[in-house]
């Protein structure tokens, strides 16, 4: 189309020059014909010899090449017209029994952002497009409503539902008028030129043709994509003012995983974690063939965090990078997934599914959020609009200022610990370098540091840690705990540098220096930043949705809501603890507790957030806590402590009760009767180890709001019931007694 | 003997495994069975199943969760002198589903769905207040609270 209005272009000043001049010879010859005796001086004129016939020549032959040019296109668009009729009339009458696959047929589709409206199967007007001017006309004239709709570089032309009036008005260098069509719009814009479409594209058609199509086009980018499916196809078909196209070609053209996505789930799911993965699992439970669709940008379907930094890194399994799966101390094995893949089924299915199901749509980021219109729109411009929708997209691991500022150089050699495959490339570089650096003294650091340092041995490697606090878990524990759990930190090989704060990091010779406030320097080969999290709030922006100026994360009721049908969980959320206040928490069992929350919620229970989440750590094989509640080293604690043995360590904690993680243990009640009997030798009394085990308490106007249990297992319950009472008590003596810290 | 240190704002006791010995006198409240923001156990006091429970791991949601709660519920509901005598064929439609998906629900199917009849007349002899089932924090499809080492440990992860 743009080649013949170029085309036009050129030709339309030599037709003006050809025809002024013949209007001038014409005049001349006029002129001297009535003045002949005037002196007039030679001039030279179109028709004169010689020169003259050259040009004239050259005119005509000019104009002649249109001509035919415009005879030999009229000629290909009239056949290629008949061709497509026919094509289209076959496929009209096979498409009742095939289910249209998304790959875009023609070459036109496969845009790397193809749009909603583009697609492959063609709902088309059975009516024959006979006339070539229309598809020039239709071609600019739906262009423009095409174009916000559509993103199609070549220039596509929507197949015009053909005018009940099909007048074949050929004219290349010139607009004709469309007949009345059914489309207003090729009315309501005469465009200029019959510019015909480079690649005629292959387009979805209203049905009923009374649908003028600026309104669909413009519908279309609002209106919820439709699945492909053959249910789906007819009810649309069926639908007299819904004419919709059909699903979006994926991104990536006729890849195989262009997947359909569903255009409408009743349960969206915003992120694929923990939060995420727990709340599907409520509403399936709850809400009887519910289904269920989780978006998340990463490639994985859930898993659980907590063995990334822990259990993987204490396997014996080479390929333990590939198959995720962990022994845990008793033998029993498992993933790191919550569930294997057979558990899922496919986004395209769900809609169909008899009894519903939870289906992962993996690699997809949600860009936008329409909370008016209860709809989400992916990186791929796919819109899914939903009935109920969990926001919970965790957050990523934050950095130092120092190193993003430090350059390329420095950046890969970094590490900012969250996911499957940073564990995989951290794996792999422990492997290869002589010096690791992990700059951080919280959970994160402190389990990485330990299970690093395992392996410092096995590999020559260096272990360093380095922190602004005092201690390990400075902000955790009160002060002398976490003296003391520095040096078992320092037992496991890790070379631990606190009161550091990390003023700049260059690369020299390949190595990486990190220069501190205090002068020291530390020379490494790969630094692992463990500084914390940021809540991921992308979608507060298009979603309308509050953020909390203190704590971060969307903010939520005490029912997890931040408006009607959105429900935030995980570590994004930031919500209302009606023992505690206003909090946010970035534990895994919080996870998992709030997401079921929201998930009951989602499904009518109205339930505020009630059963306090746990948490737990292990540094190393000595040294293991459970904690429950506000555990800020800012507040005053009352520690109660007792002479630890060798029964009372994590490793003895998870033989005793059977299982193998902890958590495990904690929540799924599982075996009470020791799979293991304890063989213990008699135990070493330890004059250093002050604080074996026991059990802190954090205060807050001397309420207790938060329990540390000491290397002392399986009481959790206890612990909870003491916060969920929220009383005064005068002597903390008698209530740690309620934990027989002494007994095993 | 037990004695007490003071560092800062914390305070620091040790004590004996004597001084533990007597009683705690400290106070805690009674909690109300039919709080209902507690979580509950596997049956709700109203006498219903809990299908959020966490000790059913992923059986109420999985592919075949309506296979699972049909049958379970008709054993739950059942008044027969052999209670569930009535439900084989719910039980049937479980195990043929459970079939199709190895992976998920692994080769004892027969145990667990014994297990499950047996566990769900213990627990219910005894509705445990949310404490005692704590959030789930991995999804091992565990039927029973009870006694079922074997099956937990046979159980793959999934």
Redesign the interface.
Known sequence: MLKCRTVWKKLAPLARASSTVCRQNVRRTGLTSSRIPACVPVAHMSTGPAGGGRENQLYILLVGAACVGGAIYTYRTVKGDSQRYQDRIEEISSRSYKRATAEPATPIQSEPSAVDATETEVILEPEPEAAPSLEPEAAPSLEPEAAPSLESEAAPSPEEPSPPAPDAEVAVPETTELPPADEPVVEASPEESAEPAAVPVVEEEPSPPSEPSPFELTELPPAPVVESEPAAAESPAAEPTEPQPEVVAQSGGPAPDSLKVPSHTPYLLIGGGTAS??A???????D??AKVLIVTDESDPPY?R?PLSKELWFSDDPSVTETL?FKQW?G????I????P??Y?NAEELNGAE?G??AVLTGKKVVHMDVRGNKIKLDDDTEISYDKCLIATGGVPRNLQVIERAGEEVMKKTTLFRKIEDFKSLDKVSRNVKSITIIGGGFLGSELACALGRRSTEYDLEVVQMFPEKGNMGKVL???LSNWTTEKVKSEGVKVISEALVKSVVCKDDKLEIKLKDGRLVKTDHIVAAVGLEPNVDLAKSAGLEVDSDFGGFRVNAELQARSNIWVAGDAACFYDIRLGRRRVEH??HA??SG?LA??NMTGAN??Y??Q??FWSDLGPDVGYEAIGIVDSS????????KATAKDTPKAATEKS??G?R??S????????P?ASLTLAPTVEQHQD?YGKGVIFYLRDKVVVGIILWNVFNR??IA???IK?G?E?A????????F???DD | M?YCKQ???????????E??E????????A?DPND????QGLILPNGDIN??C?????M????C??QF?EAFSCFHYSKEEVKGSECIDNFRNMQECMQR?P??YPQEEDKESSQAEASSSSVSAAPTE???????????P?TS?S???SL??NQ???
């Open positions: 993965f727990a599907a699992r409520s509403i399936r439970a709850r009887p063939g659980m907590p799966r008793n029993k094995e498992r993933s997934y919550f569930q294997p057979s558990f089924i009894n199901g939870v009160p002060e002398y895994h069992d998992v507790v079921r998930g009951e339930k505020p009630w059963h989440s746990m507040l005053p604690t009352v520690g109660v402590f007792a059977g299982t993680i958590s495990e904690e929540t799924e009640d599982t075996a009470t009767s799979v002050e959790m319950p909870r019931k003491i009472d009383e008590h002597d903390l003596n008698e209530v740690a007694k309620l027989n810290i002494h | 037990s560092e800062g704002k914390d305070r620091i006791i040790f004590v004996t495994k001084d533990h007597a009683p705690s006198n400290a106070e805690l409240i909690d209902p923001y507690e979580e299908w959020n966490p000790c059913l791991g992923g109420a949601s999985g592919p969760g309506s709660k998906y992976e998920l949310g404490s005692a089932l704590p959030p789930e924090t991995d999804s091992t565990a609270t006694d079922s080492t937990i440990d793959t992860a999934s």
